[in-house]
């Protein structure tokens, strides 16, 4: 079962491992992304590994193929909002540590009003990758892509290409039983 395979990776694994078990899974239709998907890493090494968790990031959410957001993070007091991907620091990407950045997560509610995106900042496209048309998230005005595989009907895992770090960032979603949107903005 491909789940098993995930979990026996989980919570760390190679690239390498990482990228077998992306190549061995199924592409994903964008029509079975609809809904809110919790997210979390599959750390492989690299210099991503353990901010966007530190930083307070839930996951993405899939409104229809022109309608995505792509950061969601998590507030102080639980509420989830949607971050413009163009407002997040990744220049300081390898020169802050992960503490220092889970230590500053209490300051999302503070700069939830700058960093909140207004709108969606993202879509899908069906693209090839790595051999394989599956569907990937294109970010509005940032050069990353992330693409999707299927684990299972509510599973998939991401790979981030962007065009900044040489490697792939892995990382996991999982599709909420109850899809609440409310409070994120078209």
């Not at 969601?72 to 620091?89: A, E, M, N, Q, Y």
């Not at 950045?101 to 900042?121: I, M, N, Q």
């Not at 790595?130 to 693409?147: E, F, N, Q």
């Not at 770090?165 to 909420?176: C, G, N, S």
Request: glycine share 10%.
């Amino acid at each position: 079962m491909t789940i098993d395979k995930l979990s026996a990776l989980e919570p760390a694994c190679s690239r390498q491992d990482a990228l077998a078990l992306f190549d061995s899974l199924a592409p994903v239709p964008a029509t079975q992304l609809s809904g809110r998907w919790s997210g979390r890493e599959l750390a492989t090494g690299h210099q991503l590994d353990g901010l966007l968790v530190a930083s307070g990031w839930y996951g993405k959410q899939f409104d229809g193929v022109d309608s995505v957001h792509p950061l969601l993070f998590r507030g102080p007091s639980g509420d989830i909002f949607p971050v413009d991907p163009k407002r997040v620091p990744l220049g300081l990407v390898g020169k802050v540590p992960s503490k220092v950045v889970d230590r500053g997560r209490g300051l999302l509610g503070v700069l939830k009003p700058v960093l909140r995106a207004h709108g969606y900042r993202a879509r899908l496209r069906a693209v090839e990758h790595r051999g394989v048309v599956t569907t990937a998230m294109s970010y509005d005005h940032l050069p990353i892509i992330d693409v999707f595989r299927r684990i299972d009907d509510d599973t998939v895992l991401g790979l981030m290409d962007y065009r900044n770090f040489p490697d792939p960032y892995f990382f996991v979603l999982v599709r909420e039983k109850t899809s609440d949107s409310a409070g994120l903005p078209d």
